[in-house]
């Protein structure tokens, strides 16, 4: 089991800080918690299956109601599951001080992308899903550097086939992201 927390209340324009230039001249305010169950089943040293569950509540405050007035959208569900397989090159018995692993599956839209809040379609950023499959590639390896240290680094790029949401916003439909995060550490 695993949290994560975000909350923000900071708006940039390119790489610049721009709080006047949000919705209604002030940031949005962003708060969203999301548990994840991942279960995974070993099929012995080398190689398992992963299968992940989360849920997640979103709440976005943006000042775009009269006057400027705070407009508040949630919506909380189960979001996209996941199913990964993983595997490391080398056998892990004989190759305990470095390897290299890595990780193929899929993300099906299990997540609804469609909560409304307010009578209206709750903003694409606090939805529990994003309405399209995505295609997982992950790595991982890890090198001893000394008895009590090791150096690592992992990768993860979820590829969205689908570019497009069957949700539009004025003149624009929602976007079906890629995803991607890369670590370095010791």
């Not at 305010?29 to 569950?53: C, W």
């Amino acid at each position: 089991l695993s949290y994560r927390h975000l909350s923000s209340d900071e708006f940039f324009v390119g790489k610049e800080s721009s709080p006047e230039k949000g919705p209604g001249g002030q940031p949005p305010e962003f708060k969203i918690h999301t548990f994840v169950a991942d279960i995974g089943y070993a099929f012995n040293d080398q190689f398992r299956l992963r299968l992940a569950v989360p849920f997640s509540t979103g709440q976005l405050v943006t000042h775009t109601g009269a006057n400027g007035s705070p407009v508040e959208q949630n919506a909380s569900g189960i979001g996209d599951v996941s199913l990964m397989g993983e595997g490391w090159v080398l056998n892990p018995r004989t190759h305990g001080r470095g390897n290299i692993g890595f990780g193929l599956g899929f993300k099906a839209p299990t997540g609804s992308h469609t909560l409304e809040s307010n009578g209206a379609v709750a903003d694409q950023r606090v939805q529990p899903g994003d309405g399209g499959w995505g295609v997982l590639l992950g790595s991982q390896a890890f090198h001893q550097i000394t008895d009590r240290s090791n150096a690592y680094a992992t990768g993860f790029y979820m590829v969205s086939p689908k570019a497009e949401s069957d949700i539009k916003r004025g003149t624009a439909y929602w976007s079906v992201p890629d995803v991607y995060s890369a670590r370095l550490g010791a």
